[in-house]
């Protein structure tokens, strides 16, 4: 696992750029969005310029990740624009990593061409299923058809393609999710994503599912699929390297591994999060209230957190634990100056005995039993005194 450093940060060389335009919304998304506003592209490109022209300092790139929304969703000229911003005002280093998120049905031969001129070598395509029936009802605007399209045409330019993949959803069964399973992997990624549908409050689906419209698949049929994912994917070569996240061997997300490993990043667009000498700052979510801050000459910071010593501790703690290499002992010890064992104190006990996370060849890992209960031990780590 990478070096965590706690008030001994290097120069931040992670940048994620928000980019909040999309089609539509569909019904279980609450990311920081929005649709059909197509008319603010070009007003966002100016706002975004001049957010990141105000950053003291300069920087230079290790990783680089254009999120959603839908990055893809802009046009060919104004991904142009949105490249020329980003090299003017940061150093791309030789050995950048640069992801892209996209949706299967933007994805034409002009947009392509666009990523390739900015730089872009890592795309990561939000297939969410190739089941025409399962995609209709989360709701894309794409099928089957489009998503493989996609995929071809993006292995024509890109070396480096993930999928995303949407488990549980209502009904959903284990023979359904196999061939959802088998279906990607006959498309031969190079990293895929698995994520359990969940009800967002304020979101469409937790509306319906309030409302009786929807249902929501139980405890263990949950954990059946995802055990299931693990077991596919494992025996198919995928190396489950963090709790939702499978990659061929040497094609591990370097940018997300920035966050797990709590080092420093920038962010820059609409609800955009930053992590910097301990501080953490997240933009206002709304598009339209962030280009009016921008544009009068204003912060779009609307939250502000200075975490103290025990604070970076915990999420060291509970951000590498998503990871299965798990946390150094040696590493926790020089970053923060305490022994891990004491830090999680009676807490850490229980865990081991509950057979959740154990010590071993110097880190602390998740056990098989605690992959599935990471959520209750991150509670946990974040409820320590």
Not at 30 to 42: E, K, P, Q, S
Not at 48 to 74: A, C, K, N, Q
Not at 207 to 222: G, I, K, M, P, S
Request: include cysteine.
């Amino acid at each position: 696992m990478g070096e965590m450093a706690i008030g001994t940060f290097n120069q931040a060389r992670s940048l994620y750029v928000h980019i909040p335009f999309c089609q539509h919304r569909c019904g279980y998304c609450n990311f920081t969005l929005i649709a059909g506003r197509d008319d603010l592209v070009d007003r966002y490109l100016d706002a975004l310029e001049s957010e990141v022209s105000r950053w003291s300092g300069s920087f230079e790139l290790d990783t680089l990740f254009l999120g959603g929304g839908t990055p893809s969703h802009l046009r060919p000229h104004q991904l142009e624009r949105l490249g020329q911003i980003i090299r003017g005002r940061f150093e791309l280093s030789p050995e950048l990593e640069y992801t892209a998120e996209c949706n299967p049905n933007d994805l034409r031969t002009p947009v392509v061409e666009a990523l390739c001129d900015m730089g872009v070598n890592r795309l990561s395509l939000g297939i969410q299923s190739f089941d025409d029936g399962k995609l209709e009802f989360l709701e894309r605007t794409h099928d089957r058809g489009d998503a493989i399209g996609a995929i071809q045409l993006a292995r024509q330019s890109f070396n480096d393609v993930s999928f995303d993949l949407i488990f549980a959803c209502q009904d959903e069964s284990e023979t359904e999710w196999r061939t959802d399973l088998e279906t990607a992997l006959a498309q031969h990624p190079d990293h895929i994503s698995v994520y359990e549908l969940t009800f967002e409050k304020g979101t469409r689906f937790w509306n319906r599912l309030n409302r009786a419209e929807l249902t929501r698949v139980d405890e263990d049929t949950r954990a059946a699929l995802y055990l299931q994912a693990i077991d596919e994917l494992a025996s198919s070569g995928f190396e489950h390297y963090e709790i939702s996240s499978f990659c061929r061997p040497g094609y591990r997300c370097r940018h997300n591994q920035v966050y797990w490993c709590g080092k420093p990043f920038l962010a820059a667009g609409p609800g955009a999060s930053r992590f910097m000498d301990g501080v953490r700052e997240t933009n206002h979510r709304s598009t339209t209230r962030y280009l009016q801050l921008i544009e009068s000459g204003k912060s779009p910071v609307a939250e502000s957190e200075v975490l103290d010593q025990r604070g970076l501790a915990k999420d060291l703690v509970a951000f590498g634990l998503r990871m299965l290499d798990g946390i150094s002992v040696e590493s926790f010890r020089r970053s923060t100056g305490q022994d891990l064992i004491d830090f999680l104190g009676p807490t850490g006990e229980m865990l081991c005995e509950q057979s959740l996370i154990s010590f071993r060849r110097g880190t602390c890992q998740l056990t098989d039993r605690g992959v599935l209960l990471y959520d209750s031990i991150a509670m946990q780590i974040y409820r320590l005194d």
